[in-house]
């Protein structure tokens, strides 16, 4: 099975009546002076580049969950090799022609993640008649610390990159280049939420879900530099890409596992006073460029997004998946959540005073979850809603996982094997869907998926600034939503 890219041919190989090639290149290796530049185009080959098998990942940390085995998710972490940017692309006929596409962006944090964790197998959603093509980007101090004499927003333009690859070469996989639809989870749902509000994705994309996130999650350049020069200082250099280049990539990964420790890190809050990351990590898109030359929330709210539809969605618990493993949810206490949340926001006590929740970690969770999810979704709906010819829809994904006694939830990521089809590879004991997951919510989301990158229309009814309907999977309803902005 072959197919003919721009920059030469590639050899592919079917499964299960599916198509799959796997580590296509979509820009040249990031290395030597492309370190901390932005993409270039991929350099041709002669003959058939074998793609058969994964390729390299994106260089990275390990990223544990306490006893809970999340690499079904996020991956088995990093597969050193330096021609990383790369898709995968999964089709049902690579010899037809106009098939909705789908482009994901994988989760991570920014500093983790790869489109070849087994959970991110396209079998499910290539059968529902779609053309998946996930994305490799770089993470971390490759892809999101704004260096001096480097690009900013690296991994943003990584996906834009290959965003515009797909335009020209998926019609090759039997896909549309007129009908894509590009989502994303977490990191990824934040990275498609700032491609809303930039002026460099217009025309890139038809549709858009933003599982998970939101258009906030940014920083400006102030406290980015200065967490760029305390990796800088961890390294021994000065804050600039071509003092960053003259060190391997073990070194840079080393540096930024030791700032993943909040005290290490350092001050990231914003003149507001908030984090935007929350202290859930250093690394997100910087503000003031020509990928992000303003909010991109307030950028969608202006319309910048208007002829796109989009779905955006949450998990109803998804701060379980920190907090529960660890054994932290029932371990905090009143002083920990403040003196937790006091460093990222300057309402702790406040917030914290107003929620429901019996416990200092259940209100800790319940939250944050607000702060950093729940939000952030709604709040890009309501931005996005009457702006233009294209619809707005929200979900609330609320399936209980049975692991860790029923205490993971409906936690962040658990929409994820659902939503490719794949419940069966994060089941298991210690695993995020628990013991038997649900095969029929599976095939539920697929379907809805699909059916919005074919026509935009999930199957439920639209969000708007008077009628806020919300579809909640894992029941049967869908229903007004009483609350539609939560906790700034």
Known sequence: M????????????????????????????????????????APAWDGVRDCTAPGPSAPQPPRTFGPLDLSPVIGHGWRPGDDYLTVDVWTPDPGGSGLPVMVFVHGGAFVAGEPGAPVYDGTALARAGVVLVSVTYRLGVEGFLPLAGGATNVGLRDQLAALAWVQENVPAFGGDPGNVTVFGESAGAMSVGCLLGSP???????RAIVQSGGAEMVHTEGPLRGFAARVAAELGVEPTAEAFRGRPLAETLTAQ?????????????EPDGVDPGFGLGGFCPVLGDDLLPRSPLAAVAEGSAAGVDLITGFNAEEMNLYLVPTGMLGALTDAQALAGLGAVHPRAAELLAARPEATPGERYAGLLTDLVFRGPALRLALAHTGTGSGATHVYEFGWRSPAFG?????????????????????????????????????????????????????????FTADGRTVRRFGTPSVDVLADPVTAA
């Open 2 to 41: 072959e197919a003919l890219t721009t920059a030469g041919r590639v050899r592919g190989v079917e499964k299960d009546g599916i198509g799959r090639f796997l580590g296509v290149p979509y820009a040249a290796p990031p290395v030597g002076p492309l370190r901390f530049a932005a993409p270039a185009p």
């Open 200 to 206: 460099l994705a217009a025309g890139l994309f038809r």
């Open 257 to 269: 596992e030791r700032l993943s420790d909040p005290l290490r890190r350092g001050d990231l809050r």
């Open 406 to 462: 029923g205490g993971l939830g409906a936690c962040h990521a658990l929409d994820l094997p659902f939503v490719f089809g794949t419940p069966e590879r994060a089941a298991g004991h210690d695993a995020i869907a628990g013991e038997d997951p649900p095969r029929a919510l599976a095939d539920e989301m697929v379907a809805a998926w699909a059916a919005f990158a074919r026509t935009g229309d999930p199957g439920w009814p639209a």
